[in-house]
């Protein structure tokens, strides 16, 4: 079974950063693409960002291009969003998720098997 965890979320001014955590448990983390993904209220879910197996290839969402890094430790089981020049359009529930497909980069909710119980991010104006 895999467990995902977030933290980091929090409020921020417009502008400001956030660097969001999450932790994996169970089976073989570094094998997994990993993905943040965000939804705000009476949104669907979006996809934020996605970092391969390996590091090497990430990808990331129209919306946060520029101001969002993903990375990852594999030595860790942990995967990391830095957020920076925050908007209030930013405003969501920010998941982790794991796709056990190890080649693929997938910008698909449905393609992410697990997913964490999501960490609340809000950007004040």
């Known amino acids: 079974q895999v467990q995902l965890v977030e933290s980091g979320g929090g409020l921020v001014q417009a502008g400001g950063s956030l660097r969001l955590s999450c932790e994996v448990s169970?089976?073989?983390?570094?094998?997994?693409?990993m993905g943040w993904f965000r939804q705000a209220p009476g949104k669907e879910r979006e996809f934020v960002a996605a970092i391969r197996w390996s590091g090497d290839s990430t990808y990331y969402g129209d919306s946060v291009k520029g101001r969002v890094t993903i990375s990852r430790d594999n030595t860790k089981n942990t995967v990391v969003l830095q957020m920076n020049s925050l908007k209030p359009e930013d405003t969501a529930v920010y998941y982790c998720?794991?796709?056990?497909?190890?080649?693929?980069?997938?910008?698909?909710?449905?393609?992410?098997?697990?997913w964490g119980q999501g960490t609340q991010v809000t950007v004040s104006s």
């Open positions: 998720a794991a796709d056990s497909t190890a080649y693929r980069l997938s910008v698909g909710t449905g393609d992410y098997a697990y």
């Open positions: 169970g089976r073989i983390f570094s094998s997994y693409t």
